[in-house]
Nanobody, 122 residues
Framework: VQLQASGGGLVQAGGSLRLSCAAD????????KGWFRQSPGKEREFVAA????????VYADSVKGRFTLSSDMAKNTLYLQMTSLEPEDTAVYYC????????????????WGQGTQVTVSS
């Protein structure tokens, strides 16, 4: 399984970014998939995930109402639209997949992408 994340960058507070995750070796419409992030000096934390059929989506409280998870099954690509970005959102963002339902812990996801850096300036 290969997960290629992209779309990160430097943005001012209040701005927006859209992250993409292209998958190879796995079909997103058969998997739970989502995003984690890791800020300097902090543990990796759950951001958002949805089930294979998109019927259930879970967001971390810290991003609820600002981030939106979506996917393009034809392109086998997962997206994370981030708006109203805050300096606290600065982190490396990783896309993940797993069999089964949504979980919010790192160890439940065996497959990770390489990460994309998001930096939000104040």
């Amino acid at each position: 399984v290969q997960l290629q994340a992209s779309g990160g960058g430097l943005v001012q507070a209040g701005g927006s970014l859209r992250l993409s995750c292209a998958a190879d070796g796995v079909t997103f419409n058969r998997q739970t998939k989502g995003w984690f992030r890791q800020s300097p000096g902090k543990e990796r934390e759950f951001v958002a995930a949805n089930t294979w059929n998109g019927r259930s989506t879970v967001y971390a409280d810290s991003v609820k109402g600002r981030f939106t998870l979506s996917s393009d099954m034809a392109k086998n690509t997962l997206y994370l639209q981030m708006t109203s970005l805050e300096p606290e959102d600065t982190a490396v963002y990783y896309c993940v997949v797993r069999d089964g339902g949504i979980r919010m812990t790192v160890r439940e996801y065996p497959d990770w992408g390489q990460g994309t850096q998001v930096t939000v300036s104040s």
